[in-house]
């Protein structure tokens, strides 16, 4: 039987579903829990966010962790190289210890996900083994469909992987909504006909999120 989606006032909505990023997200803010770690481990504090996306080496090693085209455990011994470190083992869960999740945007999912909506996740993947970031910021079980490029071969901003969510939502474009925090990957989604909301301090993502959905973030049932 399909859900009925009803604001909490009962009212019927034009969407059906919410289609939400993980990191920057359903996080709090990286940078700092990222430049506190580089610091401790002796790094200069941009060190994390400059190997990521200005250096070459370090983002095509990311790219290819995003798609599955290396294991978590490579890309920790590469990175580490590449960073200068000696201690490679669970790179990522180290840097990722003190992220915490966004707890506004986490209790807006589960009040939508109450209200009727199906709640997707769509990720670029941080790997899944041996940390997997999903599980230990405790949000796994807030899904209907989970999309992680890891497992789809395929990343964002790439339109394949945004039909694939569509397709598994079993949802048209136009019944869904998608928050992400980077720019570059809105327009595929507005393609698809999902109507896109970015997620950035200060742009008021969970207000505008519940004045389309209907619904407010303290609403549970």
């Known amino acids: 039987m399909p859900r009925t989606v009803e604001s909490c006032n009962g009212r019927r909505r034009r969407f059906r579903g919410l289609v939400l990023d993980f990191a920057g997200v359903l996080t709090a803010d990286l940078r700092p829990v990222h430049r506190a770690w580089c610091e ?10 400059y190997m990521l996306g200005d250096d070459p080496v370090g983002r095509r090693l990311y ?17 580490a190289l590449l960073l200068g470190l000696e201690q490679h083992e669970n790179l990522m869960g180290r840097v990722w210890a003190g992220v915490e999740p966004a707890a506004d945007m986490v ?26 970031p999903y599980e230990a910021l405790g949000i796994w079980d807030m899904f209907d469909v989970t999309v992680i490029s890891e497992r789809e071969q395929v990343a964002k901003p790439d339109p ?10 079993d949802l048209p474009g136009e019944a869904c909504v998608f928050v992400d925090d980077y720019e570059r ?37």
């Open 107 to 132: 209790a807006l999912a589960r009040a939508a996900r109450a209200a009727g909506y199906k709640i997707a996740m769509l990720s670029n993947s941080f790997g899944l083994h041996p940390y997997n």
């Open 185 to 221: 990957n809105l327009p595929p989604a507005r393609e698809a006909g999902m109507t896109t909301v970015l997620a950035r301090p200060g742009t008021g993502a969970v207000a505008r999120l519940e004045m389309l959905l209907g619904i407010d973030a303290g609403c549970t049932a």
């Open 63 to 79: 790219e290819q962790l995003e798609v599955g085209a290396i294991t978590q455990e490579e890309w920790n011994r590469e990175t």
């Open 160 to 169: 394949a992987i945004y039909r694939t969510v569509l397709e598994r939502l």
């Open 40 to 49: 401790s481990e002796g790094l200069d504090p941009g060190a994390w966010w």
